[in-house]
Structure formats: C-alpha cells, structure tokens
C-alpha cells in the first residue's frame, strides 16, 4: 500500500505570536481518528519558534522523544539536570520513561526550525534517560544518514527504545537510490526542500508518502532536494 498526502493536508497550528508548527498526526487541538499514529510513530510536528519563546517546562512519560534541529538553535533544559543547546545539525533523544519534565527555549535572535517525532517505547517503566549527538548531516549529500535508532548495530547514532531508524537525506538532482525493507516494516517520507519521486509517486515540498509492504522503496530526486525517511515495525508486537 502506498499513500500519498499533500502539503496543504496537513494541520496548521499557531500558538499565540510564537509558534508554527505543522502536524502530520493528530496532536493538541487537531484530531483525526484514522490519521493517530504510523506504527510507534505517534508525532511528527515541523516547528518554526521565534526568537525569545519557547516551549514551558511541561512533563511527559512513556514516549521516546526525538528533536531535530535543522536551523538554529534550541536550549534544552530538564528534571534530570540537563541544560544544554542544540544546533542545526544535532539531534536529542528523550527517553520520559517513568516521568519527566523539561522545557525547550529559543533564546537567540532567529527563528528556530525543528522536528519533533514521538515514538512508543518498546519497554514501558524504564528510567528517564537523555541523549545529545553532533552529526553534521545537513553537509552530507548523496546518502541516507540514519540520525536515531533503536539498532544496536548502528554506530555514531542517537539511540532510541523503539524499534525504528529515522534518516536524513540530502540528495542532488538526478541522484537514484534504492532502500531495501521487508514487508514486516513500513515508511514514511516527508519532502523539507525540492522535489523527488519515490516508488513513481512525484513529491514536492513537504509533501509526504506513507509506504507499507514493500520490500524496495526507489528515490529519484528531480531536483535538489532533502527528505526524512522513517523506517518502522508494522506490527506492534515489533514495536
């Protein structure tokens, strides 16, 4: 199955003066009861925070919480005494496990463009953890880069307790790519700049696909273009 969704279906939100944000499942004030998750794949938010605003301390649990920082940057602070800032091309895991608070702040002079992305964990009762990694992969080019994972194998990556593996890819126009999968695992794409065909589907800014039992999921790029792959279990006893 392959299903495809525009840029203008997603749901816009706006909180006061201070952020935008764009949401690909359903989260806060938009519900929609056949669009609440993508396998552990609850949240997939696109944010813009102004300059001096951010997100108040707030608590959480049981949710395995992944931000993406693609310009700018964002200052991180929680119950388990991080604080910290977060640039373009870094990456944060939050494990909230049992319970945690934290709260993320722009206190620079620019807009901040992140991704938020929850996961259900695959182990509920767990401690609080945290994770921060530097991995440069808004230079790389021509490759998937994975960025977060629950596999082991993978190194240089930012861990997280789900069986999934978000990627990054930055592709220059005319570059083919094929990513191998299995029919137990399903995908998602969401187009951040340009334009690519994926599996013959044409996808333009932000536009986004949703792919499930394919075993070859092909990239073609008509255009300079970047994109986020999320690989995940179909089922949820793969979770």
Avoid: C
Avoid at 25 to 42: I, K
Avoid at 55 to 80: A, K, Q
Wanted: hydrophobic fraction near 40%; charged fraction near 20%.
């Amino acid at each position: 199955m392959i299903k495809q969704i525009s840029a203008a279906e997603r749901h816009e939100a706006l909180t006061g003066d201070w952020l935008r944000s764009n949401y690909l499942f359903s989260f806060a004030d938009y519900y929609d009861p056949a669009n609440v998750q993508f396998g552990p794949l609850r949240v997939f938010n696109e944010d813009y925070v102004s300059p001096d605003s951010g997100f108040p301390t707030h608590p959480h649990s049981e949710m395995e919480i992944v931000t993406i920082v693609l310009d700018g940057e964002i200052t991180h602070t929680d119950s388990l005494g991080n604080d910290l800032i977060i640039h373009a091309g870094e990456v944060q895991r939050m494990t909230s496990g049992t319970g945690i608070t934290h709260s993320e702040a722009n206190k620079s002079k620019a807009d901040v463009h992140l991704l938020q992305l929850w996961f259900l964990p695959n182990k509920r009762g767990i401690a609080p953890s945290y994770e921060h990694m530097k991995i440069d992969f808004l230079d790389t080019k021509d490759e998937l880069v994975p960025l977060v994972t629950g596999q082991k194998v993978m190194e240089d990556v930012v861990f997280i307790n789900s069986n999934s593996t978000i990627f990054y890819g930055n592709f220059g126009q005319g570059k083919d790519l094929n990513f191998q999968t299995f029919k137990i695992r399903k995908s998602l794409i969401y187009v951040l700049e340009g334009s690519i065909i994926v599996n013959g589907i044409e996808l333009d800014k932000n536009d986004q696909v949703r792919l499930e039992e394919q075993e070859v999921i092909t990239f073609h790029a008509t255009s300079k273009a970047s994109f986020i792959l999320v690989d995940v279990p179909a089922v949820e006893a793969n979770y």
